[in-house]
């Protein structure tokens, strides 16, 4: 009935090594905690007497209408979890009319993924350094129907995970990145306790020489919108909208990247005065509860996106978890609008919430 049902139903079917994997993030897993605690600072200010006999939770961007504002991130390789895979992730998310993110690690092909897409459709990206397969990608997801390219840039390399590095971890079986050329993807199956396979082959293959002026190279390769993920504070917010491009994801990678890194929902507003009203403002980073998205969605997120707990309903139930668990939080969302006096997302804004008493800054 909620996300940690599903969670709870996934751990007992998730191989353990995948499991830290998924759950997992960087170091001390402080910002992992504190993007799930970050939540909990806010309290929600009712108002009532509004009509709030229908509520309405539908939302555009770039010019494609979503049922919900809730969406799927980009996570790798779907089919660590679910035979399926993105293939799955994809009919589960088109049949709760939600966005999806397709990682570029992702599992399945993007021909098969657009192919079971009933809503909408981006493609992620890092920045490799070999940029003919970038360059291949971006060309593939746009003759497959993908609506924008999410550049993530809080990667330069892949944060100490422990976890993954205790545990040896690979991609192992027959799983593997099949959009990209094998000979890029060698180093991801290689074991070795100690280190993680995904943090050597980042090392080998994505640019961390990449700055604001390369995005001049992306924006000539292709008329998709593009979106920069990972961005956490006013002054990248600024940069991203004078080097054009067309949005933005608040997002500290779920806590897997940078250890210390700020809460996700803590640079939310930073971000969102920043950008104005020139681009949307997307948010990812501990939403669980219906309640946790309205919160973001008051402080100006337009959609927010959830990492793990896609995964949980797709390692669960497969499409129809995935399909579950957005429509499950989504009709949270739409219990807590009602509760709240705010039928319309365009009624959200920040008298929506205040800081819990005892916690005023
Ligand atoms: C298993 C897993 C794999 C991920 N893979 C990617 C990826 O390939 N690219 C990316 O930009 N972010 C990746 N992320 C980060 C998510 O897109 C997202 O930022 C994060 O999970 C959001 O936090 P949440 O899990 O608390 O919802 C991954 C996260 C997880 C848990
Ligand atoms: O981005 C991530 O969090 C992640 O886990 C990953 C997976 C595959 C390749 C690179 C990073």
Redesign the pocket.
């Known amino acids: 009935m909620t996300a940690s049902d599903y969670q709870r139903l996934a751990r007992e079917v998730v191989d353990p090594d995948v499991w830290d ?2 759950e997992g993030g960087a170091e001390s897993e402080r910002t992992l905690r504190a ?1 799930l605690a970050a939540f909990d600072r806010f309290r929600l200010r009712p108002r009532v007497l509004t009509d709030v006999s229908t509520v309405d939770t539908a939302v555009s961007v770039f010019g494609t209408r979503y049922r919900t504002p809730v969406g799927v ?4 390789y779907h089919r660590l979890v679910d035979d399926e895979g993105e293939v799955a992730t994809a009919r589960g998310a088109g049949a709760a009319g939600a966005l999806f993110v397709v ?3 992702a599992s399945r092909t993007l021909e098969d993924i657009a192919g079971a897409a009933g809503s909408g459709l981006w493609l ?1 990206l ?1 920045w490799f350094r070999r940029r003919e397969v970038m360059a291949g990608l971006v060309e593939r997801a746009a003759a497959a129907g993908f609506g924008a390219l ?1 550049l ?1 840039v809080d ?1 330069p390399r892949i944060g100490r995970r422990w976890r993954d590095m205790r545990n040896g971890f690979a991609i192992g079986g027959d799983v593997a990145a099949v959009n990209i050329d094998a000979a890029v993807m060698a180093l991801t199956h290689h074991s070795d306790e100690g280190r993680s396979a995904i943090a050597e082959h980042a090392a080998e293959s994505f640019d961390a020489a990449v700055t604001w002026a390369d995005l001049a190279w992306l924006r000539q390769r292709t008329s998709l919108p593009i979106v920069l ?2 961005i956490l504070t006013a002054e990248d917010a600024a940069l991203a909208v004078a080097h054009g491009v067309d949005g933005i994801i608040v ?1 500290n ?4 990247q940078l250890d210390g890194a700020v809460a996700s929902l803590d640079a939310l507003p930073e971000v969102v005065d920043a950008a104005g009203a020139a681009v949307p403002v997307l948010f ?4 669980r509860r219906g309640t946790d998205a309205l919160t973001a969605l008051a402080l100006g997120a337009r959609m927010v ?5 896609p ?1 949980w309903g797709l390692a669960a139930g497969g499409a129809d978890g995935v399909e579950g668990l957005l429509r499950t939080t989504t009709e949270e969302l739409a219990h807590a609008m009602a509760l709240a006096g705010r039928p319309r997302l365009a009624d959200l804004d920040r008298s929506v919430v205040r800081a819990r008493p005892g916690d005023e800054r």
């Open positions: 994997f998924i993007n991130a980009p996570t790798a990682s570029v690690f992620h890092y999410v993530t990667a993920k990972g997002s990678h779920g806590g897997r990812d980073g501990g939403v996106l959830l990492g793990r707990p995964l």
